[in-house]
């Protein structure tokens, strides 16, 4: 029975997939199952309810969903204890009045236990019956075995719950991202459109030519060759377009472009379709266009400009009353005339800026060169656009959109220069607002896509610390980190700083209370400026004393009400932090925070996940066929995954000590086997007895040192967890470690599952050596059995021969088939007898039963018959019982075949054919012999055989049978298999 057990219960752990409630949906079935319940449920405690989370036979209009209070499983989960609660006479006690279940079903007998989640009960496995019910001591650690298992998977449960919040989060922070990178596009392809729409709107004119050919024009270049549709000019060749005045300077201009030199402005004529001849200014460069050399050339119509300068001379008095600032000079740069406007906008009036140039208003601000070029550019009689920076009589900078023009007398000769300005100031102010705006985002940006694609921590701080400090440009950046139980900060990440300074900033130490920066920065909730960190109060001195820098600014990270740690920017020499930088500081400051807190939050998930898995990994070793030194040496091994230790034992309880039974991680481990220790001393060991309950030391050497003598002396950190099977304490679990402060109370939550599992360990052994030593008994007796019953089947056999020599009637011929018959049955009863023996009287395949019984009547033949049997392979299996009846009754069919289906021949073919459909066992059995009679088939004429056939097949068997000839004769055999009442 316990073996049966433990059989189920190993085959449901390794049926065990990776959904959690599943498992646990298996494991209550399972306590149902093999305790008998009427019904069993798991309810787990969520507020004031219970909610059923697993059932097992429960009635239809079972609910679900009860109030908490009252309730039997509400108790169990309170007292939150490891061993089963046993409620008899459930009609006598308070719960037939607070409990609906009770009278509602009318329950009896209720068992249940705690189920844990880490060191706290969430939940209750239970089994009910409607009828008296007492357990024994198998079905208590049965039950306690089951709810340790749920426990595992509640574990696991809770995790992937944890793992799903993370994702969810994690996906909504990437929606989130990939929508302002959605945004980004689209602002680039708008960008992309806009310069698309310039470059077909720009007035001047735009052509690329290839081999002599034209192969690209914009709208400007189509109007100045005088074509309407680029297809009208594309391919087609250069010199068609210019008149016959300019085709020798534009043949020699072609050479240049191929040679790699590009050709300055020059006058030329162009001539368009209809004849017309049009004077232009050219301008080309060699480029490279979709793969290979190209001429680009810039081309402006001279008749628009001189019409344009004829316009510009008839309006002059509009100059006057523009709101633009225009200044006229001569072609040397001096000043001849300015407007109104200009006056307004420098403060220098008419009379003080003629005569002058305009460097009255050089700003400082742009290098020299960018003069030479704006000279160079307009003496070529180009037009000249740009912002520059200039200043106003008072000294006030101010941006000006400046656009300075050539002017050309009827010869083309420039005369003056007309300069236009428009004050953009506040507009450059809020572009460059903006720019900075949009390169802090950036910069933000940079810092979550840092976050996200780290693969750890550690990389995530030394990537964002070179960004912080990139995004500040300063001198050195410094990462801390927050060590909330010890109430210190501690050094991360740096970047910029020199290897001593990087030496000193890991190696300072901070005391708890004492003031830092960072709690300051903590107190303040955000950033703070210190002008002199060697003066300041809120400076931690050691640091004070150890860095030359003295103007900084500390960025708290903190998120929600969690402290996370503090950044750190440092500068050389005196910096003053403007308001949007501490604006900024505050953004990234929450920024980073946040992305510590989710990589945290990932780290602790993953952390539960592995400690969930390894304690799975650990259940199911417990199930694997191994020694118990293996198993508990696999326990150790994995508890070293979850909580790193120097040495560990497992400790069994015996009289009045504790003996090392296992052990792992020792120098000497044959020197650490068989120690014991007293129980009745004052130790350690004593108390863990006596308490029953984990203890914690943090340092041994501090009172404790003379209990950890050789070979334990080198201990400093220990940790020990009694290991009980239904409040009964059986030994103990301990690990050491030789860094004093190493373990903590924290620690006791993962250690208890893996000290339970060495329990089961240990529980199992002892019930699998008690199992072992009842099969051995039952072994015995049943082959003595097997051996009594052979022999007198034997016996039974050899008084049929005695009885067939000596009975006096040798001749009679009837007497001598009757005797022949019996002792067939007999030999067919024995066979099957071996058979069921061999097998351990467990069900047998009725295909090898059919060909054992057939091949056993063969040997009555003679030595000239010629018989072929088949029996065609089939995987129907009958219990014993049908087995010994299958006998019979093959026994009796393979004898008529010999009897009648030989005749005169010397050969027979016996064919048997088996099939199941549903529960429904068939059996053909043919031969290929003259069939059988018309009296027989009519039922007309009986004898012996088919009655004791008929009887065999509808009492025995409870099937029945019909008989046909078809090229020989057919007999059908049909009943229910009985597999299942068998295995009971």
């Given at each position: 029975m316990?073996?049966?057990?433990?059989?189920?219960?190993?085959?449901?752990?390794?049926?065990?997939?990776?959904?959690p409630l599943?498992?646990?949906r298996?494991?209550?079935?399972?306590?149902?199952?093999?305790?008998?319940?009427?019904?069993?449920?798991?309810?787990r405690?969520?507020?004031?309810?219970?909610?059923?989370?697993?059932q097992?036979?429960?009635?239809?209009?079972?609910?679900?969903?009860?109030?908490?209070?009252?309730?039997?499983?509400?108790?169990?989960?309170?007292?939150?204890?490891?061993?089963?609660v046993?409620?008899?006479?459930?009609?006598?006690?308070?719960?037939?009045?607070?409990?609906?279940?009770?009278?509602?079903?009318?329950?009896?007998?209720?068992?249940?236990?705690?189920?844990?989640?880490g060191?706290?009960?969430?939940?209750a496995?239970?089994?009910?019956?409607?009828?008296?019910?007492?357990p024994?001591?198998d079905?208590?650690?049965?039950l306690?075995?089951?709810?340790?298992?749920?426990?595992?998977?509640?574990?696991?449960?809770?995790?992937?719950?944890e793992?799903?919040?993370?994702?969810?989060?994690?996906?909504?922070?990437?929606?989130?991202?990939t929508?302002?990178?959605?945004?980004?596009?689209?602002?680039?392809?708008?960008?992309?459109?806009?310069?698309?729409?310039?470059?077909?709107?720009?007035?001047?004119?735009?052509?690329?030519?290839?081999?002599?050919?034209?192969?690209?024009?914009?709208?400007?270049?189509?109007?100045?060759?005088?074509?309407n549709?680029?297809e009208?000019?594309?391919?087609?060749?250069?010199?068609?377009?210019?008149?016959?005045?300019?085709q020798?300077?534009?043949?020699?201009?072609?050479?240049?472009i191929?040679?790699g030199?590009a050709?300055?402005?020059?006058?030329?004529?162009?001539?368009?379709?209809?004849?017309?001849?049009?004077?232009?200014?050219?301008?080309?460069?060699?480029?490279e266009?979709?793969?290979?050399?190209?001429?680009?050339?810039?081309?402006?119509?001279?008749?628009?400009?001189?019409?344009?300068?004829?316009?510009?001379?008839?309006?002059?008095?509009?100059?006057?009353?523009?709101?633009?600032?225009?200044?006229?000079?001569?072609?040397?740069?001096?000043?001849?005339?300015?407007?109104?406007?200009?006056?307004?906008?420098?403060?220098?009036?008419?009379?003080?800026?003629?005569?002058q140039?305009?460097?009255?208003?050089?700003?400082?601000?742009?290098p020299?060169?960018?003069y030479?070029?704006?000279?160079?550019?307009?003496?070529?009689?180009?037009?000249?656009?740009?912002?520059?920076?200039?200043?106003k009589?008072?000294?006030?900078?101010?941006?000006?959109?400046?656009?300075?023009?050539?002017?050309r007398?009827?010869?083309g000769?420039?005369?003056?220069f007309v300069?236009?300005g428009?004050?953009?100031?506040?507009?450059?102010l809020?572009?460059?607002?903006?720019?900075?705006?949009?390169?802090?985002?950036?910069?933000?940006s940079?810092?979550?896509?840092?976050?996200?694609?780290?693969?750890?921590?550690?990389?995530?701080?030394?990537?964002?610390?070179?960004?912080?400090?990139?995004?500040?440009?300063?001198?050195?950046?410094y990462?801390?980190l927050?060590?909330?139980?010890?109430?210190?900060?501690?050094?991360?990440?740096?970047?910029g700083?020199?290897?001593e300074?990087?030496?000193?900033f890991?190696?300072?130490e901070?005391?708890p209370?004492?003031?830092?920066?960072?709690?300051?920065?903590?107190?303040?909730?955000?950033?703070?400026?210190?002008?002199?960190?060697?003066?300041?109060?809120?400076?931690?001195?050691?640091?004070?004393?150890?860095?030359?820098?003295?103007?900084?600014?500390?960025?708290?990270?903190?998120?929600?009400?969690?402290?996370l740690?503090a950044?750190?920017?440092?500068?050389?020499?005196?910096?003053?932090?403007?308001?949007?930088?501490?604006?900024?500081?505050?953004?990234?400051?929450?920024?980073?925070?946040?992305?510590?807190?989710?990589?945290?939050?990932?780290?602790?998930?993953?952390r539960r996940?592995?400690?969930?898995?390894?304690?799975?990994?650990?259940?199911?070793?417990?199930?694997?066929?191994?020694?118990?030194?293996?198993?508990?040496?696999?326990?150790?091994?994995q508890?070293?995954?979850?909580?790193?230790?120097?040495?560990?034992?497992?400790?069994?309880?015996?009289?009045?000590?504790?003996?090392?039974?296992?052990?792992?991680?020792?120098?000497?481990p044959?020197?650490?086997?068989?120690l014991?220790f007293?129980?009745?001393?004052?130790?350690?060991?004593?108390?863990?007895?006596r308490e029953?309950?984990?203890?914690?030391?943090?340092?041994?050497?501090?009172?404790?040192?003379?209990?950890?003598?050789?070979?334990?002396?080198?201990?400093r950190?220990?940790?020990?967890?009694?290991?009980?099977?239904?409040?009964?304490?059986?030994?103990?679990?301990?690990?050491?470690?030789?860094?004093?402060?190493?373990?903590?109370?924290?620690?006791?939550?993962?250690?208890v599952?893996?000290?339970?599992?060495?329990?089961?360990s240990?529980?199992?052994?002892?019930?699998?050596?008690?199992?072992?030593?009842?099969?051995?008994?039952?072994?015995?007796?049943?082959?003595?059995v097997?051996?009594?019953?052979?022999?007198?089947?034997?016996?039974i056999?050899?008084?049929?021969y005695?009885?067939?020599?000596?009975?006096?009637?040798?001749?009679?011929?009837?007497?001598?088939n009757?005797?022949?018959?019996l002792?067939?049955?007999?030999?067919?009863?024995?066979?099957?007898?071996?058979?069921?023996?061999?097998?351990?009287?467990?069900?047998?395949?009725?295909?090898?039963i059919?060909?054992?019984?057939?091949?056993?009547?063969?040997?009555?033949?003679?030595?000239?018959?010629?018989?072929?049997?088949?029996?065609?392979?089939?995987?129907?299996v009958?219990?014993?019982?049908?087995?010994?009846?299958?006998?019979?009754?093959?026994?009796?069919?393979?004898?008529?075949?010999?009897?009648?289906?030989?005749?005169?021949?010397?050969?027979?073919?016996?064919?048997?054919?088996?099939?199941?459909?549903?529960?429904?066992?068939?059996?053909?059995?043919?031969?290929?012999?003259?069939?059988?009679?018309?009296?027989?088939l009519?039922?007309?004429?009986?004898?012996?055989?088919?009655?004791?056939?008929?009887?065999?097949?509808?009492?025995?068997?409870?099937?029945?049978?019909?008989?046909?000839?078809?090229?020989?004769?057919?007999?059908?055999i049909?009943?229910?298999?009985?597999i299942?009442?068998?295995?009971?």
């Open positions: 316990v073996q049966q057990r433990l059989d189920k219960i190993n085959q449901c752990f390794l049926e065990f997939g990776i959904d599943a498992n646990i298996q494991l209550t079935g399972l306590a149902g199952s093999l305790l008998g319940a009427t019904c069993a449920l798991y309810n405690l969520e507020g004031d309810k219970l909610i059923t989370t697993a097992w036979q429960t009635p239809p209009d079972y609910n679900p969903v009860n109030p908490a209070e009252g309730c039997i499983c509400f108790d169990v989960i309170k007292k939150g204890a490891t061993d089963v046993y409620v008899p006479n459930l009609p006598q006690t308070h719960y037939a009045h607070t409990d609906p279940n009770v009278a509602g079903y009318n329950l009896q007998t209720y068992m249940g236990r705690a189920v844990q989640r060191s706290r009960a969430v939940g496995l239970s089994v009910m019956f409607d009828k008296p019910f007492t024994s001591e079905d208590h650690h049965l306690g075995l089951l709810a340790s298992a749920v426990s595992v998977e509640e574990e696991r449960w809770h995790a992937l719950e793992l799903a919040n993370y994702q969810h989060n994690l996906e909504q922070l990437v929606e989130a991202r929508a302002d990178l959605a945004a980004a596009h689209q602002k680039l392809q708008q960008q992309e459109k806009n310069y698309r729409t310039l470059f077909n709107a720009a007035p001047i004119s735009i052509l690329v030519a290839q081999d002599g050919n034209y192969v690209f024009a914009n709208p400007a270049g189509l109007r100045l060759l005088g074509f549709r680029p009208e000019l594309l391919g087609t060749p250069i010199m068609q377009t210019v008149a016959p005045a300019s020798a300077i534009v043949k020699e201009r072609l050479r240049r191929a040679n030199q050709n300055p402005p020059l006058e030329l004529e162009l001539i368009h379709p209809d004849g017309t001849i049009h004077p232009v200014e050219s301008t080309s460069v060699p480029i266009f979709e793969g290979h050399p190209a001429a680009l050339t810039f081309s402006r119509d001279l008749n628009v400009q001189r019409q344009a300068e004829e316009l510009m001379r008839k309006h002059a008095s509009v100059v006057e009353q523009t709101g633009d600032a225009v200044i006229i000079t001569d072609k040397n740069g001096v000043i001849e005339y300015v407007n109104p406007a200009f006056e307004a906008l420098t403060g220098y009036c008419h009379a003080e800026v003629v005569g140039t305009p460097r009255i208003l050089k700003s400082g601000q742009h020299p060169e960018f030479v070029q704006l000279w160079a550019r307009i003496l070529a009689g180009k037009t000249f656009r740009d912002v520059l920076v200039s200043k009589k008072n000294g006030e900078l101010f941006y000006e959109e400046k656009t300075i023009t050539p002017l007398d009827a010869a000769n420039i005369t003056h300069s236009t428009k004050d953009i100031t506040e507009r450059r809020v572009e460059q607002e903006r720019r900075q705006h949009e390169q802090f985002l950036a910069s933000l940079d810092i979550t896509r840092a976050a996200l694609d780290a693969p750890d921590l550690q990389t995530m701080l030394d990537i964002l610390v070179k960004k912080l400090r990139a995004l500040y440009n300063a001198d050195s950046c990462f801390i927050w060590d909330e139980v010890n109430q210190i900060p501690v050094p991360i990440a740096v970047d700083a020199t290897p300074n990087r030496r000193k890991f190696s300072i901070v005391h209370n004492e003031q830092t920066l960072t709690a300051a920065l903590f107190e303040s909730g955000r950033p703070l400026v210190v002008e002199n960190s060697k003066t300041s109060p809120i400076i931690h001195r050691k640091s004070a004393e150890t860095f030359d820098r003295r103007w900084l600014m500390g960025i708290p990270f903190v998120a929600g009400q969690q402290k740690g950044a750190i920017i440092f500068y050389n020499s005196p910096h003053q932090f403007s308001g949007t930088e501490i604006t900024q500081a505050e953004q990234i400051g929450q920024q980073i925070a946040l992305a510590l807190a989710k990589v945290q939050l990932l780290e602790e998930t993953q996940w592995q400690e969930a898995e390894i304690l799975r990994q650990v259940t199911a070793a417990v199930t694997e066929p191994l020694s118990f030194n293996e198993r508990v040496a696999r326990i150790l091994e508890l070293e995954q979850v909580v790193p230790y120097d040495s560990a034992s497992a400790q069994l309880l015996q009289n009045d000590y504790l003996e090392i039974i296992s052990g792992r991680g020792f120098k000497e044959e020197k650490i086997m068989g014991r007293s129980i009745k001393e004052d130790n350690i060991n004593a108390r863990a007895v029953k309950q984990p203890i914690v030391i943090s340092d041994v050497w501090d009172g404790h040192r003379h209990y950890f003598e050789w070979p334990h002396d080198s201990i950190s220990w940790l020990g967890v009694p290991l009980m099977i239904r409040e009964r304490m059986i030994g103990m679990l301990t690990i050491d470690s030789f860094q004093p402060g190493f373990f903590n109370k924290d620690h006791i939550r993962l250690v599952p893996f000290a339970n599992q060495v329990a089961v240990i529980e199992n052994s002892r019930l699998f050596e008690q199992a072992r030593h009842d099969a051995e008994a039952k072994a015995v007796l049943l082959r003595e097997n051996h009594r019953v052979k022999n007198n089947l034997s016996a056999i050899g008084l049929l005695a009885e067939r020599r000596h009975s006096g009637v040798k001749d009679d011929a009837i007497y001598q009757i005797m022949q018959d002792i067939n049955r007999v030999k067919g009863l024995s066979v099957v007898h071996h058979l069921l023996s061999a097998a351990e009287w467990t069900p047998l395949p009725l295909d090898k059919a060909k054992k019984l057939i091949d056993a009547t063969l040997h009555s033949l003679s030595p000239e018959a010629k018989v072929t049997v088949s029996v065609r392979p089939s995987p129907v009958v219990v014993p019982k049908q087995a010994n009846n299958l006998a019979l009754v093959i026994n009796e069919l393979a004898t008529n075949s010999l009897k009648y289906a030989l005749g005169l021949r010397n050969t027979v073919c016996i064919t048997v054919n088996i099939s199941q459909n549903g529960p429904l066992i068939r059996l053909e059995y043919r031969d290929d012999g003259p069939g059988f009679p018309p009296n027989i009519e039922n007309q004429q009986q004898n012996v055989g088919l009655y004791l056939v008929e009887t065999l097949i509808r009492d025995g068997l409870l099937g029945t049978f019909s008989m046909y000839n078809e090229n020989g004769a057919v007999t059908v049909e009943f229910s298999e009985q299942h009442e068998a295995k009971q």
